[in-house]
């Protein structure tokens, strides 16, 4: 399983999935969540609504999956980050089970690629540097299992994160 960084926006990159920093509700937001909702048309918010029908949203941590919709990828996983509130509310476990969670479902849907944004450091303040720690040691952890991902890809909307990134894959 290969580790890729990238700067841009996850919403034009052609991999098998595509995941979404959501909110609880799935019904939509702002940032990242915004975007893929805009640009993937109204297919991924019907599916979103049946989920929610069926098991009431998604808690923070967990994760789902619809269809991506009008955009290039396959699938939008969507998992909820959690709100930094200081760093002891369980906030780095939390952070870490989007990950995994969301590798899981790739892997259960024999995914080979999967993208993730950097989930809570937008409108939910996750602290950058600790949260790209969170999210590479995830990936690098599940990579060392069997799994159908052959590539994960980083994608990095805004510079600050890109840099926190490029030098913790570089060491
Ligand atoms: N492609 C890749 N990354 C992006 C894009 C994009 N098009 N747009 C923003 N980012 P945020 P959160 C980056 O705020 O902190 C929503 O309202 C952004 O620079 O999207 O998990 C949801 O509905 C940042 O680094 O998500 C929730 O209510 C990262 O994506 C809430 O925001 C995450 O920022 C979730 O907050």
Not at 27 to 49: M, T
Not at 103 to 116: C, D, G, Q, V
Not at 121 to 141: C, F, N, R, S, W
Request: hydrophobic residues 40%; charged residues 15%; aromatic residues 8%.
């Amino acid at each position: 399983m290969t580790i890729e960084l990238l700067k841009g926006d996850i919403t034009t990159i052609a991999v098998d999935a595509i995941v979404n920093a959501a909110n609880s509700s799935l019904l939509g937001g702002g940032g990242v969540d915004g975007a893929i909702h805009r640009k993937g048309g109204k297919a991924i918010l019907e599916e979103c609504i049946q989920i929610r029908n069926r098991q009431g949203g998604c808690a923070t941590g967990e994760a789902v999956y619809t269809t991506a919709g009008n955009l290039p990828a396959k699938y939008v996983i969507h998992t909820v980050g959690p709100v930094w509130n200081g760093g002891s509310n369980k906030e780095s476990q939390l952070l870490q089970s989007c990950y995994l969670n969301s590798l899981r479902i790739a892997n259960e849907l024999t995914l080979k690629s999967i993208a993730f944004p950097n989930i809570s450091t937008g409108i939910y303040h996750y602290p950058k540097q600790q949260a790209a720690e969170i999210a590479i040691h995830a990936v690098q952890a599940f990579g060392e299992e069997e799994s159908s991902l052959e590539q994960v890809l980083f994608v990095c909307f805004d510079n600050e994160n890109y840099q926190i990134y490029q030098k913790i894959l570089l060491k």
